[in-house]
């Protein structure tokens, strides 16, 4: 579904991504983990199509298109969903009328016909239950005045609305208390097949309980030195990154 | 022989002649040497040209090329109404067509004791004194601090003052339902001198909107519109101007506030070829609030131009002001946002703010704070920004799968909704917020 080869990335000049190397398949979860600075939320951030960094070198083909290639909107539109590390509050926009756009968007790309008023309330509303989230929240301004832990679990409402064929979900265990991310990690899980895919990026192991993936990689300085299976993570929140550093310096 | 310094022809003025006669029996007597007064100051200064300061930027010379003219006697019926975006809201209506009160469009009965609304011209007599004392007096900056304002729009109002829209609200009274005092032209260049007057009680609450549209055709319309609010009155105000392409509308309005008083004004204009709005707030009390608001959208050849002034005569009071304008194709706009912190008025807080957003090259936004402050205790802040979209919610709208164009319109549409939002009349708001996106589209 995902193939990333040999990805560079620079911004201003400065490396971040020095060579990133990553497969994968349908039904798949997938971590990324890694301290601080290592280039994770670039990594995030150039698969969803924003604009600020130069890629050097290398390639990512998603489901057979250049990912590279396409506007963001067209990702979208392929099926590619990044939940945001920092959800942006958009005054004046209704999550509604948000929404709606989107899925019109998404299926004009497709060249279906626009969704039902009636067809649309059903599915917001379904979702919204499934995320616990006040459906009066549906009439607010995105995102405008929500909590840290209501951004969160609205970015993973709109991917379940959206119904993506790629989930990224970028550090969204951040800023969350226990219970927001239960049902973050819930709503995750409830998406959970066979056709889909997920890629949770994360500094901390504490999301991966909840959301056990299939493969973990490890990130440090622009390189995925170390891909395992999900007790990598434990081994990790044990050790901290540094016995994967000192594991390099022995190495090297 | 006598040489004018004004070349230019000033119909206004020579219009007077003739209508002096039918104006003077229109209305109590004691308006009748305030007319006359108001007239001369008129005559005096006449027209304005782009030399005079306050009207730099905003060109008014269609108003000696065309010739306006009172317009008396047209009918507007019900349904003519409906187009209108304001048009058939559930309130308390009064209705003006060509500056003439319109009974046929009008509902304000079943009104509570001490309660008025209505024409001046059904005004009973219980009412004459406490509109004696206001009328015409609020709407005058005599006696303020600086002398940069232009009245002479005032003056005209004044001078050719006929019918007025009339509210009285008594001590800690509240009007449940909105008031909408609707001022509609229809027919050919037709001169309208609309005036308002809202008089609050102390501790009473309404909600006022004047609305000015245009059934067909168009007009040079000159509203004055004068509010006194009395200690711990609170006042949400709309004026929300639609009028057709070709109208000119230059608009006055005064707001006296006592202590502990609330004005919200929300000013919101997307029709005319020229629109320019004067607000100015005397704060002459401890603890009141003072928000204005504004939202406007310009395209084509309009010019919008508005003007504010707070006067904070008075200690601890706030002010917040956030002008908005989105400008398409060859459309101006202007603002000027002036504050006046008295120096006894210690502890004001008082913040501007005026965004704009130029969606072509040739749009224009000329942006002028002008603060003054003579307390030394005083928080005053002001910003202006004059650009384009914000990058970070364009990215999370297409990321999302909105197409570019998209985004672009839904962000240029949330960027006025977000002043429309604030207003607290559900109806209003969804009715604008409707309005603001067909204009946009």
Not at chain 1, 197 to 222: E, K
Not at chain 2, 92 to 121: M, R
Not at chain 2, 152 to 171: Q, W
Request: aromatic share 8%; proline share 4%; with cysteine.
């Amino acid at each position: 579904m995902l193939t990333i080869s040999n990805l560079h990335a620079s911004v201003e000049d400065k490396e971040i991504l020095k060579g990133v190397n990553l497969t994968i398949n349908p039904g798949e979860v997938h971590a990324i983990m890694g301290p601080n600075g290592s280039g994770k939320s670039t990594l995030a951030s150039i698969l969803a199509g924003k604009s600020d960094y130069e890629i050097t070198e290398g390639s990512v083909d998603f489901l057979g298109h250049d990912l590279l290639e396409l506007d963001p909107e067209e990702r979208a539109a392929e099926g590619l969903f990044l939940a945001f590390q920092y959800p942006v509050e958009i005054p004046g926009v209704t999550n509604t009328y948000f929404l709606r756009s989107a899925i019109n968007s998404i299926r004009k790309h497709h060249g279906e016909d626009d969704i039902t008023p009636k067809e649309f309330m059903a599915l917001v509303k379904e979702k919204a239950a499934l995320m616990e989230l006040d459906s009066s929240m549906l009439s607010r301004s995105v995102n405008e005045g929500f909590s840290g832990g209501e951004k969160k679990r609205n970015e993973i409402f709109q991917m379940a609305v959206l119904d993506p064929k790629l989930a990224v979900l970028d550090e969204t265990d951040s800023g969350l208390d226990i219970d927001a991310l239960k049902i973050v990690a819930n709503g995750v899980n409830t998406l959970r097949s066979p056709e889909r895919a997920t890629l949770v990026i994360t500094h901390y192991q504490r999301l991966l309980d909840y959301i056990v993936p299939d493969f973990v990689h490890v990130l440090v300085d622009g390189r995925i030195v170390k891909s395992g299976g999900k007790e990598l993570a434990l081994e990790l929140e044990e050790k901290g990154y540094d016995f994967i550093k000192e594991e390099l310096a022995a190495k090297a | 022989m006598m040489t004018s310094m004004n070349t230019m022809a000033d119909p206004f003025v020579e219009a007077y002649g003739e209508l002096r006669s039918l104006l003077s029996i229109e209305g109590p007597e004691w308006l009748v040497p305030i007319r006359e007064k108001a007239f001369q100051t008129y005559a005096l200064a006449g027209l304005p040209t782009r030399k005079d300061e306050e009207f730099k930027y905003t060109s008014l010379r269609e108003l000696s090329e065309q010739n306006f003219r009172f317009g008396f006697g047209a009918n507007v019926l019900r349904e003519d109404l409906v187009p209108l975006t304001l048009g058939t809201i559930e309130s308390a209506t009064v209705g003006f067509v060509n500056g003439q009160y319109a009974p046929e469009i009008s509902t304000h009965d079943h009104l509570p004791k001490g309660t008025f609304i209505g024409p001046l011209s059904e005004l009973p007599e219980e009412f004459a004194p406490i509109v004696e004392k206001h009328l015409t007096k609020i709407a005058t900056l005599e006696g303020k601090l600086g002398s940069t304002n232009d009245e002479r729009f005032v003056a005209l109002n004044t001078a050719y003052l006929g019918d007025v829209a009339v509210v009285i609200l008594p001590k800690s009274s509240t009007f449940g339902k909105t008031i909408h005092l609707q001022y509609v032209v229809s027919g050919e260049s037709v001169f309208s001198t609309p005036r308002t007057l809202i008089i609050l009680g102390e501790n009473a609450e309404a909600t006022v909107v004047e609305s000015f549209a245009t059934v067909d055709g168009h007009g040079f319309t000159c509203p004055v519109t004068e509010i006194e609010l009395a200690p711990s009155a609170r006042l949400e105000h709309i004026r929300y101007q639609d009028e057709s392409a070709a109208s000119l509308h230059v608009s006055n309005t005064f707001v006296n506030q006592a202590g502990k008083s609330v004005y919200t004004s929300s000013n919101v204009n997307f029709g005319s070829q020229v629109a320019r709005n004067d607000i100015n707030a005397w704060v002459d009390g401890e603890y009141c609030e003072t928000w204005l608001n504004s939202a406007n959208v310009g395209t084509g050849n309009q010019v919008i131009d508005n003007h504010t002034r707070i006067d904070h005569a008075k200690p601890n009071c706030q002010s917040f002001e956030v002008y908005k304008s989105i400008l398409k194709d060859h459309a101006e706009g202007v603002f000027n946002g002036k504050i006046f912190v008295y120096e006894d008025a210690q502890k004001t807080d008082a913040k501007q703010t005026n965004q704009a957003i130029l969606l072509s090259p040739t749009a224009t936004m000329n942006t002028k704070p002008q603060l003054e402050i003579f307390a030394d205790d005083v928080k005053c802040t002001h910003g202006a920004t004059i650009g384009q979209l914000r990058e970070d919610a364009l990215f999370y709208l297409r990321a999302r799968g909105v197409e570019k164009s998209k985004a672009q319109a839904l962000l240029v549409y949330a960027f006025a909704a977000e002043v429309l939002e604030k207003i607290g009349e559900e109806t209003v708001r969804d009715l604008l917020e409707a309005r603001l996106f067909d204009k946009l589209a």
